[in-house]
């Protein structure tokens, strides 16, 4: 039988979601080795695990190319593919907000405003719910710079500590919603390996709440 395949987000989320794999008792061991790998496997081989930009996560997972992976909900918002989300991980919380100066508060909703995003379809899905024409500019990183320098009148981005923000002299103008981590399947592979993923599904259920509880 060939492994299950994982696809792991390369970043801030891999760390937390390799941990809590093994404490759903997979040997995660070879996962933590220094090496440049991007197929790595745990010690027993049940599992094969690829390491990707986050943003390609929903891609593996809508193609099949992995069974189950772990992505952030911002990255499944921007990207709407079609696979289904099983389970809320919640760590990796953080909210996805209009931010600027804190001026700009009154005029976020103004016609031909300017916003910086990584997220496009998000920017554009939330000013499309309140009927106002904007100007998106699509930027790949460091988005804050966008009002600081006077590219935009504002961005759309995660806010997670909100360190970022306050040292670039930037305020949340608006919350758009909550985002954290994410379990995703590949819809096939939920028909065909039932008997495999849900056990997994239950037991990482499971170690999520016993970490909720602490
Ligand atoms: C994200 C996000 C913000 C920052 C928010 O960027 O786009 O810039 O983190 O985090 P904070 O509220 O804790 O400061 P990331 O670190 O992924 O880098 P990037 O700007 O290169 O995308």
Do not use: H, W
């Amino acid at each position: 039988m060939r492994q299950i395949t994982v696809a792991l987000a390369k970043g801030r989320l891999a760390e937390k979601t390799v941990e809590i794999l093994e404490k759903c008792g997979i040997n995660c061991g070879p996962l933590k080795a220094d090496t440049r790998k991007l197929v790595l496997f745990d010690a027993e081989n049940k599992y094969r695990f690829i390491f990707v930009k986050p943003a390609d996560v929903p891609t593996y997972i809508e193609r099949g190319a992995a069974d189950i992976g772990v992505v952030g909900k911002d990255t499944l918002l921007e990207e709407s593919k079609d696979i289904y989300e099983m389970l809320d991980l919640k760590f990796g919380a953080c909210k996805m907000c209009v931010a600027g100066f804190k001026e700009r508060k009154d005029s976020i909703t103004q016609n031909n405003l300017r916003v910086a995003s990584k997220y496009v379809n998000v920017a554009k899905d939330f000013y499309a719910s309140k009927g106002v024409d904007v100007d998106i500019v699509k930027l790949t990183g460091s988005v804050e710079l966008g009002p600081v320098i006077g590219l935009t009148d504002v961005i759309v981005d995660i806010v997670e500590s909100g360190k970022t923000l306050e040292a670039n002299g930037l305020v949340v103008l608006e919350e758009i919603c909550r985002l954290s981590a994410r379990l995703v399947v590949n819809k096939v592979s939920l028909k065909t390996r039932k008997d495999e993923i849900m056990p997994l599904i239950a037991k990482i259920s499971e170690v999520i709440d016993k970490e909720e509880c602490k």
